[in-house]
């Protein structure tokens, strides 16, 4: 999976948008409840979009993962738009963390795109011996050609936010990315060297949140309130940046297309805010809430905080 004959990906979005050709496929993890009456392995499925298939919208392969409750949450690739002029690196392995398990599935789309099959699974024992880290989440591949995940927990399920390295050609765990101390909570994250800039976000504790949510455990402070902002060639975590009472939960995070412009957006679960942040400021962006039949619109506010 390559483009234009160099590396996988694209130089920036806009160029996906111009030059990038329309999905044929779509790779969707489907996950069993653990309480289902037949347990089962989750499976990924391998949907056709193409409209002029016969197949179209069709689930045209399964493949089942190996053991029952792994649990798998996001996906990433072991290759991207980091190296797109890189011509020596391919997207042919779909990176699958799994929040029940702490494992992770290496998975051949290069063979034949259109039946998966598992290559590589790196086992949570090697997590927690190399890393002492647990319940591994996003994934994103690095110019370096290694893979980055962030994780949750520390080996007895305690909250702690650090981040493992894989190589990229053996997917071997390399050990933790950063150096020092990590963050209090973790879950997703996002790079942009242009500023030399990584930022996580935080859910809870692997033990507080599998449990169930239960409001109590919010106002406890077992929940992320905070966004955590990292020198991202040294590896440092730099600021911690409370979000206030209505950040709270912030998970998803993402920078603006633009590489030039340091600024990007937080959406925080449970006071259903997208939180807007840059070098100089932190602000409520504009969202829509839907209660019932009603929309209800909130205004937009501005906190000032010191800067990144």
């Known amino acids: 999976m390559a483009c ?3 590396g996988p990906g694209y130089a920036s979005p806009m160029d996906a948008m111009k030059n990038g050709p329309r999905e044929e496929i779509v790779y969707i993890p489907c996950i069993i409840p653990p309480q289902t009456e037949n347990p089962r392995p989750d499976y990924l499925a391998t949907v056709n979009v193409d409209p002029k298939s016969e197949n179209y919208s069709k689930i045209i392969h399964r493949m089942p993962l190996k053991y029952n ?6 996906t990433g690739w072991n290759a991207c738009s980091s190296c797109h002029d890189d011509a020596s690196k391919s997207r042919n392995r779909l990176i699958m963390p799994c929040l029940g398990s702490s494992r992770v599935y290496i998975v051949d789309v290069g063979t034949d795109k259109y039946a998966p099959k598992i290559h590589h699974v790196v086992e949570p024992s090697e997590m927690r011996d190399k890393a002492g880290l647990t319940v591994p989440h996003s994934t994103h591949c690095l110019a370096s050609g290694e893979i980055m995940i962030s994780c949750m927990g520390d080996s007895d399920g305690n909250n702690k936010g650090g981040f ?5 050609e053996t997917f071997e765990m390399k050990g933790k990315w950063e ?6 909570f973790g879950y997703d994250y996002w790079y942009q060297p242009y500023f030399n800039i990584m930022v996580s976000t935080g859910w809870a504790a692997p033990k507080t949140f599998k449990q169930g949510f239960n409001p109590a455990d919010v106002e406890k402070g077992l929940y992320g309130n905070s966004l955590y902002f990292w020198d991202w060639k040294n590896r440092q975590l730099k600021q911690t940046l409370p979000l206030g009472s209505d950040g709270l939960i912030p998970l998803e995070i993402r920078f603006m297309h633009d590489p030039e412009k340091a600024i990007g957006f937080v959406g925080c679960a449970l006071s259903s805010t997208i939180k807007m942040f840059s070098q100089k400021e932190v602000s409520y962006h504009s969202f829509v809430q839907s209660s019932g039949s009603k929309v209800i619109k909130q205004s937009m506010e501005v906190f000032l905080s010191e800067k990144i």
């Open 4 to 6: 234009c004959g160099k």
């Open 69 to 74: 409750q792994d649990e798998v949450h996001h």
């Open 164 to 168: 493992v390295v894989l190589d990229g």
């Open 179 to 184: 150096r020092g101390e990590e963050a209090e």
